[in-house]
């Protein structure tokens, strides 16, 4: 008997909205072509950025916005990216492609569009190539509200007014593509260059710092041993979800059921990983003042065929919308010491939410995911327990149901559930406790095949549809929950 409890008077922790973050590299196409199109093509924009796109965000309610890189941020130097934009120095975008990257889309594009999709600015700087002098004027720059050199030129490239800025990172990868440091080196770099990230008038930066590398546990020690947090709020933490191996990741349409369950399982070791660099950063910080900000995620998968390899261009099918929907079910009962996450990367690179060519756009299955489970931004998280059957592979094993819930400010209870069999339908007896439930009604997303996904000639193949209403006996109800799907429920009380 498959069975999800959930404790609708055990809350105590809120699921912080910024858990549902997204990331924006230049890569590919994601900021050019993605987000960025200029003001002289006939693709309707708003001061160069694609309207569309912008609409279709706003439906998700993204709480914020990573910019500009990933491993572009530690060869980006933000002053080519200001003044007037025939004027601006060209560079190579030695990570991504080789490709000469012209500057366009800059520190005011950005800012701009954070604005139009009413999101809070991420902005990861440059430690790998940079200097403290010029991360230290990027923040005089974008929040300084005195007179001062960098305010004053702010004014000249026409933006008078500070902006407000919270969230800022110091670095990327650090132990990778954004330097090549070993843990010790890179927590006094850390300290070095977080001192001189200054507060301006009332603004206040939460300060990020390079995390591990998946299980990198030795990172996170070192980290929490050397850096105190008055000079650190966040610790990042990356890991992506591959169906194979870095050299051979598999394709993103034309998979096996093997490769489904590997992906499945993968998305599940987020939990591990969670647990285990949260048992770290509890022996240094018990009452959990640093947040683990998990911002990079997602599914990576191999470019789609004919597509340059530098652009990590994929397809998102059903099986990224269940990556997503497990992922973020484990982030929101981690939500004590996760407070912010983003998924890599927001159009046409990676797991996308979003596929553009030309004038057309697609909102793709991992878009659907992030649009129901809305209704868990800052809501009180409510424990569950989850009774299921393993999905079994070739000896290993999975759970086969994955589950979250919350209560939102206006007091409706919600659970998402994932059922990630590929062939076997559930009945799931759903039971809350601590309220009179009486009748639970939503949408579930789930498609024909482990592959279905949507297409620019077909572009409504995977997208969620009406549950009907089940009514509670009791505390109990029994939910049918087909195989392969991401259900989100809201189950009302008697009143
Ligand atoms: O998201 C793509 C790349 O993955 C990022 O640039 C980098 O930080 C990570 O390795």
Aim: with cysteine; glycine share 8%.
């Amino acid at each position: 008997m498959q069975k999800i409890t959930v404790h609708a008077d055990r809350g105590r922790t809120r699921i912080n909205r910024h858990i549902y973050g997204h990331f924006a590299e230049h890569l590919g196409r994601c900021i050019y072509d993605g987000f960025w199109v200029g003001e002289e093509t006939s693709i309707h924009n708003i001061r160069g950025i694609r309207r569309d796109v912008v609409e279709a965000l706003r439906g998700l309610r993204i709480p914020n916005l990573r910019w500009p890189g990933g491993c572009f941020a530690d060869e980006y130097h933000w002053m080519d990216g200001i003044g007037s934009r025939t004027n601006r120095p060209a560079m190579v975008n030695t990570h991504w492609g080789g490709l000469t990257e012209n500057n366009h889309f800059g520190t005011h594009e950005f800012m701009d569009l954070c604005e139009q999709l009413e999101c809070e600015p991420y902005i990861c700087a440059n430690v790998g190539s940079g200097t403290v002098r010029e991360m230290q004027q990027w923040i005089e720059y974008l929040t300084c509200t005195e007179k001062s050199p960098m305010s004053d030129l702010r004014a000249v490239n026409g933006h008078p007014d500070p902006w407000k800025l919270t969230f800022w990172g110091v670095g990327n990868e650090s132990w990778g593509c954004g330097g090549s440091m070993r843990p010790k080196y890179y927590a006094d770099e850390y300290r070095r260059y977080a001192t001189y990230c200054r507060n301006f008038a009332d603004n206040r930066l939460f300060k990020i710092a390079c995390g591990p590398n998946s299980d990198d546990y030795h990172w996170t020690e070192t980290l929490m041993a050397r850096v105190p947090a008055s000079q650190m709020q966040g610790l990042s933490l990356h890991h992506y979800t591959l169906a194979g191996s870095w050299e051979a990741k598999g394709s993103a349409t034309e998979f096996t059921e093997e490769e489904w369950f590997h992906s499945l399982q993968q998305a599940l070791f987020m939990d591990e990983l969670i647990k285990n660099h949260s048992t770290i950063m509890d022996r240094y910080d018990p009452q959990k003042q640093i947040a683990l900000v998990v911002d990079e995620w997602g599914a990576w998968h191999d470019v789609e065929p004919g597509t340059n390899p530098g652009f990590l261009h994929q397809q998102n099918t059903l099986r990224d919308a269940l990556v997503a929907g497990v992922t973020l079910n484990i982030f929101n009962n981690h939500c004590d010491r996760l407070r912010m996450a983003c998924i890599a990367q927001t159009v046409n690179v990676l797991q996308a939410m979003i596929l553009t060519e030309g004038e057309r756009m697609l909102l793709t299955p991992s878009y659907h995911v992030f649009q129901m489970y809305q209704v868990h931004h800052d809501a009180l998280m409510l424990p569950v327990e989850v009774v299921c059957e393993r999905y079994e592979q070739n000896q290993e094993s999975i759970p086969s149901l994955s589950a979250s819930a919350s209560r939102s400010e206006d007091d409706r209870v919600h659970l998402s559930i994932c059922n990630v069999h590929p062939i076997r339908d559930e009945i799931v007896g759903i039971e809350v406790r601590g309220m009179l439930p009486e009748t639970m009604q939503g949408q579930i997303l789930t498609a024909s095949n482990i592959n279905s996904h949507n297409t620019f000639d077909n572009r409504e193949q995977v997208k969620p549809v009406e549950l009907t209403s089940t009514r509670f006996s009791g505390e109990v109800a029994q939910l049918e929950l087909p195989c392969k799907s991401v259900a989100v429920l809201e189950i009302s009380q008697t009143a």
